[in-house]
């Protein structure tokens, strides 16, 4: 009874459940309308299906590319890609957002905040599914997973879990000059943590069906164009910074 419980798909929705129960809370807390926010967020996840199944079509179609295989059946045949899914939630909040608030930067923080946690309890799911496993180890710490797996599963639902609280935690202290500063860039922060920790845990990834390019699999492609997206935003920014700034003769 229990492995019909605790399940991939129970799992994905309880994190769903927990990061509408935090942004609630957050905006009550920093007294933004969740009126808005939060029906935003709810219409935002038909963009996080679509990018999660679009992005696994292309990730399958790799793999059998580097297979020598024919791309048949790819929509039947593919699963889906986290990446995929926070690009296309994202990119859907980016469109709906503007169209209802003056000031989106607090709601950013807030869908900043609360998506590692979503991803926290889908990557326990993850596991307890036997999807995107880690490659296999001899090390007798490893003797309790599945077929002497690294648990990478496990590994990044910690590290989601713990980037959630470092989020929160400077979600939470505004007041702080150090915090106040980093509170006004929690997107990119969000980015940049996890798509650094993405690249890095891929290396002992061991589902080969996740595609890739040369030495990297698709999930370390798409992590190092968002470390160079965010990079260049940031460039972008201090010259527009520098250019405001400068004296007029």
Not at 16 to 32: D, E, H, N, P, Y
Not at 215 to 225: D, E, I, T
Request: proline share 4%; charged share 10%.
């Amino acid at each position: 009874m229990m492995k019909y419980v605790l399940n991939y798909q129970n799992l994905s929705a309880l994190g769903i459940l927990a990061v509408f129960v935090a942004a609630f809370l957050l905006c009550k807390k920093s007294k933004q309308p969740w009126q808005i926010i939060m029906p935003c967020m709810m219409v935002s996840l038909v963009g996080l299906l679509i990018g999660a199944k679009f992005f696994g079509i292309i990730s399958y179609a790799s793999y059998l590319l580097r297979q020598g295989k024919p791309l048949v059946d790819l929509f039947n045949s593919s699963g889906i890609v986290f990446y995929g899914g926070l690009l296309g939630y994202y990119a859907s909040l980016a469109f709906l957002l503007p169209r209802y608030l003056n000031k989106t930067k607090p709601a950013w923080a807030i869908v900043a905040v609360t998506t590692p946690l979503f991803h926290g309890f889908a990557r326990i799911g993850c596991y307890l599914a036997g999807c995107c496993y880690g490659v296999e180890s001899q090390c007798g710490v490893f003797a309790a997973f599945h077929e002497h797996r690294i648990p990478v599963q496990l590994i990044e639902s910690a590290f989601n879990f713990i980037l959630f609280g470092v989020l929160l935690f400077i979600f939470l202290n505004p007041v702080v000059p150090r915090l106040k500063k980093a509170r006004r860039h929690l997107t990119a922060i969000y980015l940049v943590s996890y798509s650094a920790f993405r690249f890095t845990i891929e290396f002992w990834r061991g589902d080969a069906v996740r595609g890739g390019l040369g030495p990297f699999s698709f999930s370390q492609l798409v992590a190092m164009g968002i470390l160079i997206g965010v990079g260049v935003y940031f460039v972008l920014l201090y010259w527009k910074r520098r250019a405001r700034n400068k004296p007029t003769a």
